[in-house]
Structures are given as C-alpha cells and as structure tokens.
C-alpha cells in the first residue's frame, strides 16, 4: 500500500494557486530555487517496514518489497541509503521537504563535487540562529547537490553523525542510489529551534 502527499502544502497558498493556474497541478513553485515538477512523496509498506521515499523515485523503490530493501540496502540496481529519523528526525524532515518541493529521490554519487557543492549551498553567511548547522538535500556529495539543493539549520549532533551514517552506506562514485526514510513517526514536525528531540542520540 502506497500513500502520497504531492508537494507545495507548505507554500503559501496565493502562490500554489498562482503555480497551478499557470504552469498546472503538476508543478510547484520552490521560493528557494525557482521551478520544480513532480514534487511529492510516497509511503511504501506496512508495519515496521514502513518506508517514505519520494514520489519521482516510486517505480525505482517498487522494483523491491520494503523488508528486502531493509535488509539488503538494494532495490533493484540501486544502492539504498537509509535515513533513520529516530537518529536525524530534522535532517529527516528536511529530506522530506526536500522531495516535497521536487528534489529528486535518487541521487549520483560524486565526491569530486562535494566541496564546492557545499560551499555554494552552505556558505558562511548560513544562518545559523539556534547554534545549529546547515544541511543540504541533495547532498553536497552528489551530482545533484549545490545550486539546487534545500537547506534548514540542524543540530550539530545530527550533522556529525549523518556523516558517519550516510558515508558507511554510500556507493562508488557515478553510482546511483535511493534514498529512503525510516522510522516515519519520528520526523520532527517543525523546523529545527534550539532543541535536539532525537530518540536516539546514540553512536551513527
């Protein structure tokens, strides 16, 4: 069983009537980044095998059965990187955002772009008001990451073990990969306001 939330819910709404009178129901207007078509995500599974991915990603992510796609961290020809929002709930959250306004769901490893990818996504001008840090999606390790890529202050926690977390799961460079969330329950509802509500803090 699948269920879907198209994007631009969190837009406000004169400028998602504005976008669909204009371009049509099937695109967002992304107040960051501009235009992005098939925003949206998906939810796959049942009980603990639960997943979240997003909706461009759908047909890729139902080459497999979710309890599979757990445990063996493939589907089909595609690496999986799992996000645990037990661990990272407002870098969950803001992936979901992310798939929301459009970003795409699988990503390209390139680690030849990763600094500049994160310079230009997040510069030191970042605003960092609740002592936080920036992160990316897509991230800054992908061919898809900078320029285009959603931003939202996390805390420095979830930032230094989301490096140990995704790094262990990535692939070789020019290798596709999906990405999935985890632990849906506990994607935090708000943006990111000086508290760590992970119900995991332990080791990545």
Not at 64 to 76: N, V
């Amino acid at each position: 069983m699948a269920t879907r939330t198209k994007g631009g819910a969190l837009l406000p709404v004169i400028i998602l009537v504005a976008a669909v009178a204009v371009f049509g129901g099937d695109k967002v207007v992304d107040t960051m980044t501009g235009l992005f078509t098939g925003g949206g995500r998906t939810i796959l599974g049942e009980g603990d095998s639960r997943v979240m991915v997003a909706t461009a990603a759908e047909s890729d992510a139902k080459q497999c059965e979710t309890p599979q796609m757990l445990a063996d961290r493939w589907c089909g020809d595609l690496h999986v990187l799992l996000v645990d929002a037990n661990k990272i709930p407002f870098i969950a959250r803001n992936t979901q955002l992310a798939w929301e306004s459009g970003r795409p769901g699988v990503l390209t490893m390139n680690r030849a772009k990763q600094d500049e990818n994160r310079r230009i996504a997040c510069p030191r001008s970042f605003s960092k008001k609740y002592g936080g840090q920036c992160d990316e999606y897509p991230m800054a390790s992908t061919s898809e990451g900078g320029g285009g890529a959603r931003t939202e202050e996390v805390p420095g926690r979830e930032n230094s073990c989301q490096g140990g977390m995704y790094g262990a799961q990535y692939p070789k460079d020019g290798q596709r990969f999906l990405v999935v969330i985890v632990h849906l329950d506990q994607i935090a509802t708000e943006a990111f306001s000086g508290t760590d509500i992970a119900k995991d803090k332990g080791l990545c």
